[in-house]
DNA sequence: AACCAATTCAAACAATAGTTTGAAATGTAT
DNA sequence: ATACATTTCAAACTATTGTTTGAATTGGTT
């Protein structure tokens, strides 16, 4: 069966990806995780560079779609969305990835992570590439939701976002281990999400300082 | 002249690290750059590890009593402070690097974000047992500034702020690209930071939403 | 059952990594 | 200037990486 042995690449492969990070993953690790031959990745994806890609792919093509609707739904109900609104349009679909493989949610954020701060911009420039137009559905939103910043501002800000989000999740694990040690807090995915959603929220929405020129002025 | 190489290999390696991270830049890269001998980094730093542990104790040791003695100017001149202003505590420290070492701000901060990112932990680690006096002065001014949070909603908040931040600076170099070729935007350091000081701000001091189990009711 | 394509497999390959070695060179103190 | 310790250097070593190869096996079709 083939279609098994590309399916437990995969799974094998976005549990260690996510886990340990692209670099530090060898195929040989992969394979014999997934109970395969190590030549199997080459023939069934050509390289290790494409094994990443159809793993981010295979959540690529349910999440991106999912926010879609979401904004469609909340645009067409809210004219004029606030900020929390807009961002808890990533909510339902983040959290429907678990239903599709167990710990789904987990797993594609950090792979998220991952992807953006070791791929050099390659994730950036693909998800740009594949996915423009529901990143524009968003930018515009966000837009509608605050209007007075310009849009160098709402770009900023929309990766300062990025990085609280993609950071938090590849750092998950270890941010959990400390909560549960020092604050007896046992933490799921979902529990980070909402802790995440009033702090994104609030800074997107923050009042801009944008003539300044000094940052040592803005404070004091 | 000893000093002459290690100083030599000390530079290579920050500008190469912060730019492709410590697994992606090979001792033979470094010490290329360095205009040294290959051996010369096992002579004097004993291994790659303890090459990157000193890369970033060389700013760590400026940049740390920095932080604690403007925490201490704040608390003495406002025993009740801002999150604002806490916050601010960070950014002379980290220009004051670019009096030590051309693009010092830059490194470092990039240095920090793949540390975060990259070492699963370890980095965190060692600034937690070399700095912990100084990181627990910073989380007793922040409580300071937002006393209705409890402890750990103020472990996660800045968690987040590190996780804008280090994000932010790492990709740093990929953003401002982006910056100048659609927005104009002529980025430095400085004004990213400047940036950046609203949005973790208002993040840091947003209302929690503590007892809420259910992410999609918060929001919806 | 025979045939052909698709897949699996063990083995080897080429490239790169960090590290070690021992001789050569340099510097320093007597 | 001699003797000693420090530093540099080219080369080799060991391990690991992604990839390729060609034979063996499996699967489906006639």
């Not at 797993?107 to 991952?114: A, C, T």
């Not at 959603?197 to 009042?207: K, L, R, T, W």
Request: hydrophobic fraction near 45%; charged fraction near 15%; proline fraction near 4%.
């Amino acid at each position: 069966m083939s279609a098994d042995t590309k399916v437990q690449i995969l799974d094998a492969a976005e549990s260690l990806f996510s886990e340990h990070g692209f670099g530090d993953t060898s195929l040989r690790t992969i394979t014999s995780q997934a109970k395969v031959n190590l030549a199997s990745v080459n023939y069934h994806f050509g390289s290790k560079k494409q094994l990443i890609q159809e793993v981010l792919q295979r959540y690529l093509t349910v999440f991106m779609p999912a926010v879609d609707d979401q904004l469609t739904h909340l645009l067409q109900k809210h004219p004029k969305p606030d900020v929390s609104q807009v961002f808890s349009c990533l909510v339902e679909p983040l959290l429907s990835l678990n239903q599709i493989r167990p710990d789904g949610t987990a797993i594609f954020v950090r792979l998220l992570g991952r992807g953006y701060s070791e791929s050099q911009g390659h994730l950036r420039k693909y998800i740009t590439f594949h996915y423009g137009e529901v990143l524009r559905r968003f930018v515009q939103a966000v837009h509608l939701a605050v209007p007075q910043l310009s849009p160098a501002e709402i770009f900023w800000r929309l990766h300062f976002a990025i990085g609280t989000f993609v950071f938090t999740m590849a750092s998950s694990k270890a941010l959990s281990e400390i909560a549960l040690a020092d604050y007896q807090q046992d933490v799921t995915v979902q529990g980070i999400i909402s802790r995440l959603m009033p702090y994104i929220s609030a800074g997107v929405g923050a009042q801009a300082t944008e003539t300044s020129v000094n940052p040592l002025l803005d404070i004091a």
